[in-house]
């Protein structure tokens, strides 16, 4: 058939253009950078102040504007209510002494992770061009949080690194998360962010047999409440699409 075909060359010829987010719904992979304040509530209000969140997502956005995407995020703070987990290593003068005889410096910080699927829905009723609008995001996934001791210089034996974990009230369990906000990208796909209010409640339970303060476990079931601020930089990975064709 190639030797009957050879007479006719077939030459085609593409235009390439990116796409067009102006004036059409398009369907593109995104990924962001995001970061919140978060107040507690429930169980968490008790043992914690309010933290940072850290968070990076990838995911993909429908021409129907459905997205779809998996996150992490990484929890941190530095304000811990719950600070008798030490009190027994405490003097009458509330220090505790190391293992030169000095007063041993540590400190107490939140740490934890959240793990996320989460399918959220555009609605472009404001912004430059039919992919901004209002966001609501629904979630759900995994959390875990806990008590971080940093005994700094590791002078103090009772919190040497080994010993840490009966210390650190670590809890986990799954999560349910909700986001109200504002996603804009650009026409000239240059500037790319969201803003809102995110919701998080944690059904967790604590994971320790033991803690040393409590001389027992930390094992009890518990209702983890956050809300906060988040502010996310959205980097679209944008494809070049043919359109028009030269046929010859």
Not at 126 to 143: D, E, M, T, Y
Not at 200 to 222: C, H, S, V, W
């Amino acid at each position: 058939m190639i030797k009957y075909l050879s007479p006719f060359l077939l030459f085609v010829s593409f235009h390439f253009t990116a796409q067009n987010i102006r004036d059409s719904c398009i369907s593109v992979p995104l990924f962001s950078f995001s970061y919140a304040h978060q107040f507690p509530s429930g169980e968490l209000k008790k043992r914690f102040g309010s933290n940072n969140n850290i968070g990076f997502s990838g995911g993909y956005k429908f021409k129907s504007n459905w997205i779809i995407e998996l996150s992490t995020d990484f929890i941190f703070g530095t304000n811990v209510k719950d600070t008798s987990i030490v009190d027994h290593l405490q003097n009458n003068q509330n220090w505790i002494i190391n293992q030169l005889g000095e007063e041993g410096i540590i400190l107490v910080q939140q740490r934890g992770q959240i793990f996320s699927l989460k399918t959220s829905k555009l609605f472009d009723v404001i912004g430059p061009n039919r992919n901004s609008g209002i966001l609501i995001k629904l979630g759900a996934g995994w959390i875990r949080h806990k008590i971080r001791v940093d005994n700094q210089y590791n002078r103090i034996p009772q919190l040497n690194q080994s010993n840490l974990i009966y210390y650190d009230r670590l809890c986990s369990g799954i999560q349910l998360s909700q986001f109200v906000g504002y996603q804009h990208m650009s026409n000239n796909r240059l500037k790319n962010f969201y803003v809102g209010v995110d919701f998080l409640q944690g059904f967790t339970k604590g994971r320790r047999d033991y803690q040393i303060d409590l001389m027992g476990p930390a094992i009890e079931n518990r209702v983890d409440l956050l809300w906060g601020i988040k502010f996310g930089w959205i980097v679209p990975v944008f494809r070049q699409v043919p359109n028009e064709f030269y046929l010859n």
